[in-house]
């Protein structure tokens, strides 16, 4: 099972990235995505979470900033990200698992067996 992340980078604050994450096919069978973020010296952090409907949970932090969404034909989870403030500048993670929750999608990464390599969000 693999996920790679890409569309990292440097932007301004107030600027918007997008972030992908293709799967292999077995991967994107599972019923859950999500994307979580670490910055050094701080916790890992849950951003956003989608199943396989398309139903998501966003963390507070991010809520009206950030939308996640996913292309099921692609095989890809996307997370736009607007309006960005120098607290979101950290390592950004895809993540699966073929489990979820009563109504959606588990929040906590320990629910996820499968991440990707990050991809870095500096804003400044």
């Known amino acids: 099972v693999q996920l790679v992340e890409s569309g990292g980078g440097s932007v301004q604050a107030g600027g918007s990235l997008t972030l992908s994450c293709t799967a292999s096919?077995?991967?994107?069978?599972?019923?859950?995505m999500a994307w979580f973020r670490q910055s050094p010296g701080r916790q890992r952090e849950t951003v956003a979470t989608?199943?396989?409907?398309?139903?998501?949970k966003v963390a507070g932090s991010v809520k009206g900033r950030f939308t996640i969404s996913r292309d099921n034909a692609k095989r890809t989870l996307y997370l736009q990200m607007d309006s960005l403030k120098a607290e979101d500048t950290a390592m950004y993670y895809c993540?699966?698992?073929?489990?979820?929750?009563?109504?959606?999608?588990?929040?906590?990464?320990?629910?996820?067996?499968?991440w990707g390599q990050g991809t870095q969000v500096t804003v400044s």
């Open positions: 096919e077995s991967t994107y069978r599972s019923i859950c």
């Open positions: 989608v199943n396989s409907k398309g139903v998501t």
């Open positions: 993540a699966a698992s073929y489990v979820s929750v009563p109504g959606g999608c588990s929040l906590a990464g320990t629910w996820y067996p499968y």
